[in-house]
């Protein structure tokens, strides 16, 4: 009955559990010698069916000669720890989890070799293959792109005040009748007078060659060139820069005036009236040039948008330095025509009689 047995039912490799043909005498998978590979066939005797069989032996497969069934050559110290008692450890047989540090997460399918690769892999603790990074966002180098924008524009004076708007990322643009912010009743804004954009993650304004022009606020004090234009409350100026005396003719008298000061320089500020005629000229070669309600070279009591002392000017080798004094209501200067200024949270830009506050949306 054995030899009909053996020759009907296939052979099972002790090392590698590949199944090979009957009575056949190596591996074929791995080379390993099959000559004790009948007795794989039939399963050892359990103690409940054979009550006789000592306990010694009850585990241990036939052909094995360590305890506790490990295979020859293999004694039971090299068996990986929580392999259960008459399981040979072979090349597919998987070590226990706790003994690969391969965490719970990431156990073996059936059938499988290795665990199934998830994203992002990291290095494991103890060495091991590189690790995957994960994808980059762009070329190297490039700075990345952001997906929303945090910047807003608040309407803090002007017939829309109190509008709140949100930047895109992509910018807008600002008019009368054309751009994503329109001012259509103020007669001072152009149909599209100013662009926000951003640079070098930074928010810009541009004037867009405007009529009247983009005024921002200054963060304290500020260099002036000759010719350059600035606003305080409901005023604009010009500052003219230093004032020479004219020269005299050979021959001819000179004008009559009182001297100048050894050591000082004149220089002057026009006041610029609605369609930009001249006002009010102040050429003095005091150190100081002031601007408010009260005791000031330029006094505009009715003027609320004004401090009693908004701002002063002294005079530079290059011009003049404009000096804010008013604690929050603004001294403001023009851009120059298709130029840009980046802009921060707090700063405020003068479009005609609207004013927009940068804020920084949460």
């Known amino acids: 009955m054995s030899q009909l047995l053996l020759s009907a039912l296939a052979v099972v490799c002790p090392n590698c559990d590949g199944y090979n043909p009957p009575r056949a005498e190596v591996c074929a998978s791995c080379g390993t010698p099959l000559s004790e590979a009948p007795s794989t066939t039939k399963p050892p005797p359990s103690r409940a069916d054979n009550p006789s069989t000592p306990a010694s032996t009850m585990s241990r497969p036939h052909g094995s000669s360590g305890p506790s069934g490990a295979p020859p050559g293999l004694p039971s110290a090299a068996r990986p720890p929580g392999t259960p008692p008459g399981l040979r450890p072979s090349s597919r047989t998987p070590a226990p989890l706790a003994a690969t540090g391969i965490p719970q997460a990431t156990a073996l399918r059936p059938g499988s070799r290795g665990p199934a690769p998830t994203l992002p892999m990291t290095r494991p603790p103890t060495g091991g293959p590189p690790a995957m990074a994960p994808r980059p966002a762009g070329p190297p180098g490039t700075k990345p792109v952001p997906t929303a924008s945090r910047f807003g524009l608040v309407v803090v004076a ?188 707090g700063d405020r830009v003068r479009l005609g009689q609207h004013i927009l506050q940068v804020e920084l949306l949460g």
């Open 158 to 345: 002007g017939t829309a005040r109190g509008q709140r708007f949100k930047l895109p990322t992509t910018g807008c643009s600002v008019g009368r009748s054309r751009g994503a912010i329109l001012f259509a009743d103020d007669v001072f804004v152009s149909a599209q007078h100013a662009s926000f954009f951003f640079k070098d993650n930074a928010l810009h304004v541009r004037d867009e060659s405007s009529a009247s022009g983009v005024f921002v606020t200054i963060p304290g004090t500020e260099q002036l060139a000759p010719r350059s234009l600035f606003s305080v409350g409901q005023r604009l100026f010009r500052f003219l820069g230093r004032l020479e005396a004219p020269q005299g003719l050979p021959g001819r008298p000179l004008v009559y005036g009182a001297p100048v000061p050894p050591g000082h320089a004149v220089f002057g500020v026009e006041e610029v009236l609605v369609g930009g005629r001249s006002g009010r000229i102040v050429a003095t070669s005091a150190p100081l040039l002031t601007i408010g309600q009260a005791n000031c070279d330029f006094c505009y009591p009715q003027d609320e948008g004004l401090a009693n002392r908004h701002c002063e000017l002294s005079p530079s080798p290059t011009g003049a330095l404009l000096r804010d004094l008013s604690g929050g209501l603004g001294t403001y200067t023009r851009l120059v025509p298709k130029t840009d200024r980046p802009l921060r949270p």
